[in-house]
């Protein structure tokens, strides 16, 4: 079965599946199997936000006189991000757009993927505002070794869907020779084996590998350092917690057999991978933290603490997905990260839109910090 | 959505209007209103409670409810399991017994 950009048949879309039933043809709402996805739609929308609005200027200069230990801290977390947002600016629209079977669910993954552009966008925002030679950070990303482990992690689940789902649109079921991959079966079991995981790889990468980076940014704000780059952190991180809802629901669903009395079966039968997949990327993020602190640790952080950060936050993220916490940690170790992550007061002043321009290289670094008072908000 | 009475002193005599319950947690007994959801209550008692968005969607604020009632005005965006409750967005409505995750 190949797949159609307007399936011609007519069918009742409330009796589809998430996933692997008719194509969607028509995008319409006015009916909805699960309104939930129309919900997230509506408040991604209302989340909506351009990294330009974000002022930098204070940040280049915070940037600058950070200890070099600091600055390597800063500098590796953005590139972590960078990949995580790569990936996720176009994998859930590749992976699951060509499967997916109801309209609202449809375009709450492209409002979603949508989103992630935003940060991608951010970063550049970002990094082109506090160093001179973007071109250095970015490179880095695809030869540092500490980030192309982390690369495979989060792609191989994605990229193992999107392989057998165009194996399926083009031969259909059965066994298919793939050179350099070998003998392929490709059956509904699989593909919907291969969904799941993916689902559950994705919740996991939104639900912990972005939180490492988030504490660090936060603790330099706690000393008034690098406030820029803090405001975006905060609009990333409300949207991370809204594609994260859309995941669990995801995951519940097809664990509950309400959707496909078959996913609930595969569920039951992955779940040993999912608290794998837990556990894995939880031990990916205490080692990133290592990586982080290797010369030195900042201010309120080091690698323990904010591996107990990750076991705690593992913890609270398996369970809203039906599992049973993995590690004995019980406490927030960061207790004051939370008045960070909360979504109230991030508001972008309008007035930032028009005093934030590029001012990478006009920035003379002597300038006196006197010099920016008029635009400081 | 029931209207909520304040919980003065003077509506002491009016016990069965007072809408003040009981919170277990553990050892500790919290009471708490109607006016606002749970999580508020709980951090002005010192209870240390997981929270992100505070609006219904995130469930960071997931805690286990072994008993009682709870309802939420707003159906909230998150999933809620049974036998939990999503602590920034539920109105307590009877004594409860809650369990923070570990
Ligand atoms: S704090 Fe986000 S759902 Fe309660
Ligand atoms: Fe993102
Ligand atoms: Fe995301």
Redo the contacts with the bound molecule.
Sequence with gaps: MSYSTFNRKKFDSLQQPMFFGENVNVARYDQQKYPIFEKLIEKQLSFFWRPEEVDLSNDRKDFVKLEEHEQHIFLSNLKYQTLLDSVQGRSPNVALLPIVSLPELETWIETWSFSETIHSRSYTHIIRNIVNDPTKVFDDIIVNDEIAKRAVSVSKYYDDLIELVSLYNTMGLGVHHVPEHGDITVSMKALKKALYLTVASVNVLEAIRFYVSFACSFAFAERTLMEGNAKIIKLIARDE?LHLNGTQHMLNLMTSGRDDPEMAVIAQECKQDVIDIFVEAAQQEKEWAQYLFKDGSMIGLNAQILGQYVEYITNVRMQTVGLEPYFSTKNNPIPWINAWLVSDNVQVAPQEAEISSYLVGQIDNDLDGADFDDFDL | MVPTLTTSTSSQGHKEEAEVHRVLLGKKQILVTEDEPL?PQLERAGVLV?????????????IKLLWGKVSYPVE?L?WVHSGYL????AIVKSDIEIALLG
């Excluded at chain 2, 997981?50 to 997931?62: A, D, K, N, T, V």
């Design positions: 917690a | 999580l997981e929270y992100q968005c505070r609006e219904g969607y995130c469930s960071s604020c997931m909230p998150a999503l602590t920034c967005c």
